[in-house]
């Protein structure tokens, strides 16, 4: 069997190729994207990466992960281990007694899928506040200010349910449960899915694949549950998941108010699944064309907005007259796609120092700075051991950190000074979103480190550092 999707000229596809150049550049000035990959009439017309990215690095998937887990509950279904008009207490009966609102006993799996539980916000701060940290319970005994099925609320741990459910009826976790049935067979070797305290995948996030797996993801689900011929997902559970069942449209951006199926967005233009920071799986059946996206930005609708403004007005139902040279040039283009490091400037101060830092609350107690005119290496003796950041001048380097993180991650950094007592760090996570600012001011031999962060869902954060003790220059 071929795990791998044809190739083809847009051209040949009936897309300009100038438009794909046009929209990459768009792209490219984003803060910022990661990858995309374009497929129509089965065929990848582009597939581009930006430095320092590497493609075949597991991208954390955030909310695009819950997709999955609604493929879960498909095949599930399918094997008659569940049907999604069943109660949920009665897969968990030994929490019976945890339920404080009887509105609970009512939920069905349908209502988790389609974000109608009848919570009025995500019921996470529930699972976090249960006092053995039991997510299950935690969302059982969690109030309902609407009657499940009524009201839509975007909400995590619901999706964790499904999760919870999945492993409770087949002895395995979503991960586990979906590689013979969804992941094998497409040629996909999924990164980690994170796990609550339990060891349940937390579904409704923590999926790590690369951008090749949400294309071929992506390509399935657009061709009805069909890879190279082979059945992947039942063709019944797939028509209904993607249709809005619970209505959306209280959400001000368009493409997050055109209604909500399994798990599943419905778009102005076709449906998707999608993660906070720019992850996308999106299927357009109306033009038979599949996009994949990693990015790591605030204000994802930007990327829907490029595709729908620029790519679809464009599209035609016939090859286009190839254009001599149009390939390679935009084969070149995908090679000089990058993410620029911090402009050097001018100033350049040499630091050769240790430090011990007071008390703060993630108990890092001291650390050394190096900076000289080729970069910064940073170490902070932390609980865990010692953790080093490395980042260039006008370049970027490479490093591997944890700090309060569940797990380590690598990282790309670049520095530049702000000023002659001021140099920041930006840290880029090369397997996920997180977004890192280190600033840190050196002055009457004494030094401060702020750590400030975006698209950091769910993560906690550093305290300011201050130092009590100064040796060095």
């Known amino acids: 069997m071929s795990y791998e999707i044809p190739r083809n000229t847009p051209e040949s596809q009936g897309v300009p190729y100038e438009v794909i150049v046009d929209i990459l550049n768009d792209f490219d000035k984003l803060d910022y994207m990661k990858s995309i990959i374009i497929m129509r009439h089965g065929n990848i017309i582009t597939e581009a990466y930006w430095k320092p990215f590497d493609k075949d690095m597991p991208q954390a998937l955030w909310s695009l992960s819950k997709s999955f887990t609604s493929c879960a509950v498909g095949l599930a279904q399918s094997e008659k281990l569940l049907s999604v008009n069943d109660k949920l207490i009665g897969f968990f009966p030994e929490y019976r007694s945890c339920v404080t609102?009887?509105?609970?006993?009512?939920?069905?799996?349908?209502?988790?899928?389609?974000?109608?539980?009848?919570?009025?916000?995500?019921?996470?701060?529930y699972a976090r506040n249960d006092k053995e940290n039991n997510w299950v319970r935690g969302f059982l005994s969690s109030p309902l200010e609407y009657e499940p099925g009524t009201h839509f609320a975007y909400n995590t741990l619901g999706t964790y349910m499904l999760g919870a459910v999945i492993r409770r009826v087949t002895g395995v976790n979503v991960r586990e449960y979906l590689m013979p049935r969804l992941f094998e067979p497409m040629g996909i070797t999924p990164g980690v899915w994170e796990c609550c305290p339990a060891g349940t995948n937390v579904s409704g996030f923590g999926l790590h694949l690369t951008t090749m797996d949400i294309a071929k993801f992506s390509l399935m689900l657009l061709n009805k549950g069909m890879w190279n011929g082979i059945r992947?997902?039942?063709?019944?559970?797939?028509?209904?998941a993607v249709k809005p069942h619970a209505d959306n449209s209280m959400n001000a951006l368009p493409d997050w108010s055109c209604g909500y199926g399994y798990q599943f967005w419905c778009s102005r233009h076709g449906f998707r699944g999608d993660g906070a920071c720019g992850q996308y799986a999106i299927m357009l059946p109306v033009y038979d064309m599949a996009v994949a996206v990693n990015s790591a930005m605030s204000g994802m609708d930007r990327v829907l907005n490029i595709l729908w403004e620029k790519l679809l007005p464009v599209l035609e139902n016939q090859p286009l007259a190839e254009n001599n040279g149009a390939w390679s040039a935009l084969e070149s283009r995908c090679r000089t796609l990058e993410i620029l490091p911090a402009e050097k400037g001018n100033i350049s101060r040499m630091i050769d120092c240790t430090f011990a830092l007071n008390h703060n609350s993630a108990g890092i107690e001291s650390g050394s700075l190096v900076a000289d005119r080729e970069g910064v290496l940073l170490e902070l003796k932390t609980p865990r051991g010692?953790?080093?950041?490395?980042?260039?001048?006008?370049?970027?380097?490479?490093?591997?950190?944890?700090?309060?993180?569940?797990?380590?991650?690598?990282?790309?950094?670049?520095?530049?000074?702000?000023?002659?007592?001021?140099l920041e760090l930006s840290l880029m996570h090369l397997d996920g979103t997180f977004k890192d600012k280190w600033t840190i001011g050196i002055q009457n031999e004494g030094i401060q480190i702020c750590w400030q962060t975006v698209c950091s869902l769910f993560r906690p954060l550093l305290p300011r550092l201050s130092s009590c003790g100064f040796s060095g220059k």
């Open 386 to 422: 010692t953790e080093v950041i490395r980042a260039g001048f006008g370049s970027f380097r490479n490093s591997r950190i944890q700090f309060q993180d569940s797990r380590p991650h690598p990282v790309a950094g670049s520095a530049a000074w702000k000023d002659e007592n001021t």
């Open 232 to 240: 992947i997902m039942p063709a019944d559970y797939l028509e209904d």
């Open 101 to 125: 609102d009887e509105k609970m006993l009512k939920v069905t799996l349908r209502d988790l899928l389609t974000m109608r539980s009848g919570h009025k916000d995500c019921a996470f701060p």
